[in-house]
């Protein structure tokens, strides 16, 4: 069936590197994206979003990559902080023009480690 | 401005009893979604109130399980007879409307059902 999943379950990166996060989605009818962190005892916390008729979308330290020929994004920290340790999600939606609701599609998760 | 609130935080329950989780959206939100995250899983959705009425329901099982979300007081997600198989963490998140796009999803810290 249509899932979310992501390539890499753990990475670890060094204070001050740049982290990638990967994410493969399968369904193509999907136009919005979005990734959250998740921090141990915590619920996801939304960092940034894309939409299907973007390629790129910038943020405050991060960056979301979109490439909808190999139905592949990404998530691109720069500066890793120890603070940005956490479980990271990418997660799918069909906005549908608008009339759709918050049913999410979530992949696996990714856990970073930023060692100080 | 209070977040998505979740009670309790902890739930134990054994084999057979009732599990009762509490979920009061953030203030102005009337849309509630609950989500299922299994050990090392992304959350999973499992359905979608709106006031007084379940717009879907197509992740819940179809026993044992039930949710509201009354005209007056919290969403409550029910699960009778618990099994082993129910320990998870139970996610609630809210929005002032029913698209997950422009009106991002809100997600409370979640239950963490153990069932014994």
């Known amino acids: 069936g249509e899932n979310v999943g992501l390539h890499l379950p753990t990475l670890s990166v060094q204070e001050g590197d740049n982290s990638i996060i990967n994410c493969a989605y399968s369904?193509?009818?999907?136009?919005?994206f979005i990734w959250y962190k998740q921090e141990s005892g915590k619920g996801p916390q939304f960092i940034i979003d894309?939409?299907?008729?973007?390629d790129k979308r910038q943020g405050q330290r991060v960056t979301v990559l979109l490439n909808k020929t190999v139905k592949h994004l990404s998530l691109q920290i720069a500066a890793t902080q120890p603070g940005d340790s956490a479980v990271y999600f990418c997660?799918?939606?069909?906005?549908?023009?608008?009339?759709?609701?918050?049913?999410?599609?979530f992949g696996q998760g990714t856990i970073l480690t930023v060692h100080p | 401005n209070a977040g998505v609130m979740q009670n309790p935080r902890h739930l134990v329950r054994r084999r057979g009893q009732e599990a009762r989780l509490r979920c009061s959206p953030m203030?102005?939100?009337?849309?509630v979604y609950w989500y299922r995250q299994l050990p090392e899983e992304g959350l999973k959705f499992m359905v979608y109130?709106?006031?007084?009425?379940?717009?879907?329901e197509s992740g819940m099982p179809k026993e044992r399980f039930s949710a509201e979300f009354p005209k007056e007081g919290p969403s409550i997600l029910r699960i009778q007879q618990v099994v082993r198989g129910d320990s998870a963490a139970y996610f609630c998140?809210?929005?002032?409307?029913?698209?997950?796009?422009?009106?991002?999803?809100?997600f409370g810290s979640g239950t963490q059902l153990s069932v014994l």
């Open positions: 203030k102005g939100h009337s849309h």
């Open positions: 894309i939409r299907s008729n973007m």
């Open positions: 109130l709106q006031k007084e009425n379940i717009i879907d």
């Open positions: 369904n193509s009818a999907s136009d919005y």
């Open positions: 997660a799918e939606n069909i906005d549908a023009g608008g009339t759709s609701y918050g049913k999410l599609t």
């Open positions: 998140a809210s929005s002032p409307r029913p698209g997950a796009t422009n009106e991002k999803l809100f």
